[in-house]
Every structure is written in structure tokens, then in C-alpha cells.
T-cell receptor, first 113, second 112 residues
Framework: DQQVKQNSPSLSVQEGRISILNCDYT??????FLWYKKYPAEGPTFLIS?????DKNEDGRFTVFLNKSAKHLSLHIVPSQPGDSAVYFC????????????FGKGTHLIIQP | NAGVTQTPKFQVLKTGQSMTLQCAQD?????MSWYRQDPGMGLRLIHY???????DQGEVPNGYNVSRSTTEDFPLRLLSAAPSQTSVYFC???????????FGSGTRLTVV
């Protein structure tokens, strides 16, 4: 049973526009949510996180929104740049991060020039 | 500052062989964990540790052993390799959720 779901395997966005990546979860015990970016043959790179007690966190071009009642979060990238083309993973954790991460299957973001 | 170092980067094993995947971090992180990534499956948690001497099982622990004798090192042992363990393995470490987990560059393991 998948606890973190990313239902869009791929997403294509024009350069300069907004990219919105979505994630749903089922485990109400998750207390933190994280987004990672991954290039081929590299390890994932941490982008941004959000606590379950907040509904928004912003860092530069990246904003994460959390809707706890819907068990849904999204990552907004504005404006999208060619270097943003990568696979994006949504992840969740309990115990403040001590228990490791539960990942979604990822969304391949393609930024079109 | 090296971050998280994984060795080897590539390995081919025969079924039944054993090996240890090494993971070392120089950031004094308490939390460490191992993941495997298979095509279309995302990353799945194998084992994790909240500090030296403390380990626990993740989602897919069968066939793997870990130990944490120091803060810096968290090796993953395959006791008897099987073709189903062909995967890319990632080690990660963290202070906690606010800083995310820092990942190594991975070990690509093929079991034939």
C-alpha cells in the first residue's frame, strides 16, 4: 500500500511558466514533508520541506503548499528554468525525520524552451 | 566537506555472494538511512539509524543487515545476494527534517 503517491509520471512546462507538482499521502502520522530533485546517475538533492502544522513554505522560486485535510501537497516552481528539468520526489517522515523517508514514485519535469 | 560518501559506485555480484556497501558522512549527522531505487518504484527505505548503536528496519529490510558503531559510518551488508537485489542503493544522513537528508551519489549493484 503506497503511502505517498505522485500520480503524474511526467509533466511538461514552458520555460518561464509555473510548474506545479502534486503529491498525495494516506498516513496521517506524517509530520514533515519534503521535496527532492534528482538528476540521472546522481543522488537526490533536498529542495524544501514543510511541517504538518504549516500550510505554506517558500524558498526562492520554490513554494510548497500543504492541505492537511485533503492529505495533499504541491510544489510550485516560478519561473521554471531549463535547469529545473529533473525527476522530483515527494517524501514524508514521522518522528521529526528520525524514521527515514517514505517516497513517492516521482514526477519527471521537462522544461520546454 | 565531503558530505555523504558511498563506495563502491558500481558492483557486480554472483548469486549467493556477500558484500558490504560502505557509507560515511563527515557532517556529524545523527540520522542515517539506506534506500534502494528500482525503475518505476521511487526510493524505498531499507534500514535506518537515529544514532550510534541504534538501528531499525524500514519498508524492505529482508536480505540486508546494518550496524552503526560510529556516528560517521553506516554500512549495509548483503549476506547472500539474489538477482532481486539488483538496484541502485542510496545512503543518506540528516540532522533532522528541517535540513532534509543529504544523499550520497549511489551504488549501482547488479546480481547475476
Amino acid at each position: 500500500d503506497q503511502q505517498v503517491k505522485q500520480n503524474s509520471p511526467s509533466l511538461s512546462v514552458q520555460e518561464g511558466r509555473i510548474s506545479i507538482l502534486n503529491c498525495d499521502y494516506t498516513n496521517s502520522m506524517f509530520d514533515y514533508f519534503l521535496w527532492y530533485k534528482k538528476y540521472p546517475a546522481e543522488g537526490p538533492t533536498f529542495l524544501i520541506s514543510i511541517s504538518s502544522i504549516k500550510d505554506k513554505n517558500e524558498d526562492g522560486r520554490f513554494t510548497v503548499f500543504l492541505n492537511k485535510s485533503a492529505k495533499h501537497l504541491s510544489l510550485h516552481i516560478v519561473p521554471s528554468q531549463p535547469g529545473d528539468s529533473a525527476v522530483y520526489f515527494c517524501a514524508a517522515t514521522t518522528g521529526g525525520g528520525a524514521d527515514g523517508l517514505t517516497f513517492g514514485k516521482g514526477t519527471h519535469l521537462i522544461i520546454q524552451p | 566537506n565531503a558530505g555523504v560518501t558511498q563506495t563502491p559506485k558500481f558492483q557486480v555480484l554472483k548469486t549467493g555472494q556477500s558484500m558490504t556497501l560502505q557509507c560515511a558522512q563527515d557532517m556529524n549527522h545523527e540520522y542515517m538511512s539506506w534506500y534502494r531505487q528500482d525503475p518505476g518504484m521511487g526510493l524505498r527505505l531499507i534500514h535506518y539509524s537515529v544514532g550510534a548503536g541504534i538501528t531499525d528496519q524500514g519498508e524492505v529490510p529482508n536480505g540486508y543487515n546494518v550496524s552503526r558503531s560510529t556516528t560517521e559510518d553506516f554500512p549495509l551488508r548483503l549476506l547472500s545476494a539474489a538477482p532481486s537485489q539488483t538496484s541502485v542503493y542510496f545512503c543518506a544522513s540528516s540532522y533532522g527534517h528541517l535540513y532534509g537528508y543529504t544523499f550520497g551519489s549511489g551504488t549501482r549493484l547488479t546480481v547475476v
